[in-house]
């Protein structure tokens, strides 16, 4: 069974910064990453994708403000924001594209994790 684990989201105040992380267990073949969010009444949205391969797409509203990346050698992708807006606001999900034998390739999402950014 895949899981997928977020952390890192918080309070933070405009201009501010923080570095989520999503984590995967399960599987040792991970084919993509992605970072969604949803502000409240509003739709899920793209935030950044990450392949295997290291192609990388970012959502146009987070472009030269968010970083997607990941740690070599584990199964776990960061997401630093920066210049954080209140309109960042949202909870922010993770979702992974993983192999197992059972299931072959799948998508899997994380619980997500709250991002406030208030004054």
């Known amino acids: 069974q895949v899981q997928v684990m977020e952390s890192g989201g918080g309070l933070m105040q405009p201009g501010g910064s923080l570095r989520l992380s999503c984590a995967a267990s399960g599987s040792t073949i991970l084919n993509i990453w992605e970072w969604y969010r949803q502000p409240p009444g509003k739709e899920r949205e793209l935030v950044a994708r990450i392949t295997r391969n290291g192609m990388i797409t970012y959502g146009d509203s987070v472009k030269g403000r968010f970083t997607i990346y990941r740690e070599l050698g584990t199964n776990t992708v960061y997401l630093e924001t920066n210049d954080l807006q209140p309109e960042d606001t949202a909870i922010f999900y993770c979702?992974?594209?993983?192999?197992?034998?059972?299931?072959?390739?799948?998508?899997?999402w994380g619980q997500g994790t709250q991002v406030t950014v208030s004054s």
């Open positions: 979702r992974i594209n993983a192999y197992t034998p059972a299931t072959g390739y799948q998508y899997y």
